[in-house]
């Protein structure tokens, strides 16, 4: 069990220090170590400083992608991510698919900084127990092919995102949007077509 925890701890500070070199050679040295790290093959992507993530066994991503400053991707033992090829992440993007939940982000997808995909959320009806103990709900988001989620955006669980959808800056997706839909808001509604 110590040998274990030992183990666990050099590979978070391994993480911690690669994540955080910077230039060309920081990128290629994170791609040469996340290739490893991960349960899928890739090959020219760019990870920028502070990239980090949880659970790698269960994160698949694939090839010709940018991950900006300070990128999350959280998956855990009962959760599962997978991303697609051609994907921009700007800075400060968290996936989150902690607990049981999944999340599938498809190919040509941008994706503004700060925003937040969250597959699963708190448990919180029975009013006699403390949320923070009723643990987590179940849940999970699907992105498909060349969707645009612009800079702030909140994308909730059980979410479907058409493809060739935009979610406009600031919006809290809680519902799914159709192939094509302009969304904007709190929580998000059509404000246009792309086709129209």
Request: proline share 3%.
């Amino acid at each position: 069990m110590i040998f274990v925890n030992f183990a666990r701890e050099i590979k978070e500070w391994v993480d911690y220090f690669i994540a955080r070199i910077p230039g060309k050679l920081g990128n290629s040295l994170r791609n040469f170590y996340f290739k490893r790290r991960f349960s899928s093959k890739f090959k020219n992507n760019r990870f920028e400083t502070g990239f980090r993530f949880e659970y790698p066994k269960n994160i698949k991503i694939k090839s010709n992608s940018f991950y900006g400053l300070n990128c999350k991707i959280y998956a855990s033992e009962t959760s599962s991510i997978e991303i697609g090829s051609n994907i921009s992440f700007n800075s400060n993007v968290m996936i989150n698919a902690r607990g049981i939940g999944k999340i599938i982000i498809g190919n040509n997808v941008l994706i503004g900084p700060n925003v937040v995909i969250r597959s699963n959320n708190h448990d919180y009806q029975d009013i006699e127990v403390p949320i923070i103990k009723q643990g987590m709900t179940k849940g999970q988001i699907i992105i498909n092919d060349d969707v645009w989620i612009s800079s702030n955006c909140v994308i909730l669980q059980d979410c479907t995102i058409g493809k060739g959808a935009i979610v406009a800056a600031g919006a809290v997706v809680t519902k799914d949007v159709e192939p094509y839909a302009i969304v904007g808001g709190v929580p998000a509604k059509i404000i246009g077509m792309r086709n129209a």
